[in-house]
């Protein structure tokens, strides 16, 4: 039988029996062997360049009659830059440090039995996203790395792009001598095959979405297998009273504008009331190109600028729109995050280095910042290389998740003879 033709519980049936086998291939293979993949991955990802922009082009054009956003356009676009960033992210993940098998920690009983905690892998990963179609790329690197097999669910408006990736993906991992079946893309974008993956607890170890809050909200929704969970980006840069004017207009033009739809731009901007270079700030913004929608006092700075909702300061815009509001210092601005924030990045501009401590321990986010653009949230800029995502949960992994958040552990016991009285 077609595999398009199988309900989607046997289609995630038969994948997941696959990746477990696939899964035990690999905790038998060397770590060199599949840093090799990797490597000869990237090398693939490089000469099917061509082929694979082809086919980004056809999603592309199908987008773009569909109306898909601008932002997610840029999500979506491939170029050869792209491609070639999207190979060297691979490389650098062959080349990072094998978290496997290393030892958290470990003690001695009084009874003589040596106990210790080691890394292992997962086991089986499953990863629903949206648009970007280097998440097939950056999934399978860091996935495999990490000893785990991985079954992937791309958005339908980059199947072309997702299958041209794969195919080149592969080709590397069978040249190292690795199953195919390590990485598997899910051969049709019929939404209730995402159910049947949620719902397979037999074979899968760990779901994560990447893609908005719709997405992430029936994840965590239907999901009967743990989740990993990257919620919106509503992030914010707070501008303190002892904040250099310079840097601050240049952080926070870069922190919104450098590529406003990825999940590191600035959505708010706070201003304490005491920066003298407020006005400044709003026409820079304004200037370039960026809507700003602000409270009444922000408003009196510029004509241009649109009065802010209620809705406005728990909004993701992933597009050239920012919110600003004055606050009354740090306290002010610890406030707001903790009444609006989605606990991805926060960050703060100031000279003050007691200012800054307080607002580094006080705001709850996954990252948080001093004198830097939160378009550093990414797992490559922590030098993690690619990441799957950043989590914006507290329990097994937070903030950018690269390759140790893809293992746990298990207990080691060696003993000399010992039983229990």
């Not at 770590?31 to 056809?58: G, H, T, Y």
């Not at 610890?334 to 990045?345: F, L, M, P, V, W």
Request: proline fraction near 4%; charged fraction near 20%; charge should be negative.
């Amino acid at each position: 039988m077609n595999d398009l033709t199988q309900t989607p519980e046997m289609l995630i049936a038969m994948m997941g029996a696959r990746a477990r086998r696939a899964a035990l291939a690999l905790a038998q293979a060397s770590d060199a062997q599949k840093a090799d993949a990797l490597r000869r991955a990237a090398q693939a990802l490089r000469d099917q360049a061509p082929a694979i922009i082809a086919a980004n082009a056809r999603d592309m054009d199908n987008a773009a009659a569909n109306g898909l956003s601008p932002a997610m356009l840029d999500r979506l676009k491939l170029d050869a830059c792209r491609v070639a960033a999207t190979a060297d992210g691979v490389e650098q993940v062959a080349s990072l440090p094998n978290p496997l098998g290393s030892v958290i920690d470990q003690s001695v009983r009084p009874n003589g039995l040596q106990l210790s905690r080691v890394r292992v892998p997962l086991g089986v990963i499953g990863i629903i996203y949206e648009s970007r179609p280097n998440v097939t790329a950056d999934a399978a690197a860091l996935c495999l790395r990490a000893g785990n097999a991985v079954i992937l669910r791309g958005g339908s408006e980059a199947k072309e792009s997702n299958r041209a990736i794969l195919t080149a993906m592969v080709e590397g991992i069978v040249a190292a001598g690795l199953p195919a079946d390590v990485v598997q893309l899910i051969p049709t974008t019929d939404r209730a095959v995402v159910g049947a993956l949620l719902r397979a607890t037999e074979f899968i170890d760990l779901i994560v979405p990447r893609g908005g809050k719709s997405l992430v909200a029936r994840v965590q929704e239907e999901a009967r297998v743990p989740v990993l969970a990257h919620l919106d980006g509503i992030n914010h840069s707070y501008v303190d009273g002892a904040a250099d004017p310079a840097m601050a207009r240049q952080l926070v033009i870069n922190a919104k504008m450098r590529r406003t739809g990825v999940c590191g731009s600035t959505e708010t901007v706070l201003i304490d009331r005491a920066f003298g270079d407020a006005p400044a700030l709003v026409k820079a913004l304004l200037d370039a190109r960026c809507e700003v929608r602000g409270d009444e006092a922000v408003q009196a700075m510029d004509t241009r600028v649109i009065a802010a909702s209620e809705q406005d300061w728990d909004t993701e815009y992933l597009e050239a729109i920012v919110s600003i509001r004055l606050v009354d210092g740090v306290d002010g601005a610890i406030a707001h995050i903790a009444a609006h924030a989605s606990h991805h990045t926060d960050a703060i501009i100031t000279d003050d280095a007691e200012v800054a401590e307080r607002f580094l321990n006080a705001v709850d986010s996954a990252i948080v910042m001093w004198n830097a653009s939160t378009q550093f949230a990414d797992g490559g800029e922590f030098g993690l290389g690619a990441e799957i995502g950043i989590s914006t949960g507290r329990l097994h992994a937070r903030g950018p998740v690269a390759l140790e958040g893809l293992t746990t552990y298990k207990w080691i016991v060696r003993g000399t003879g010992q039983v229990r009285p």
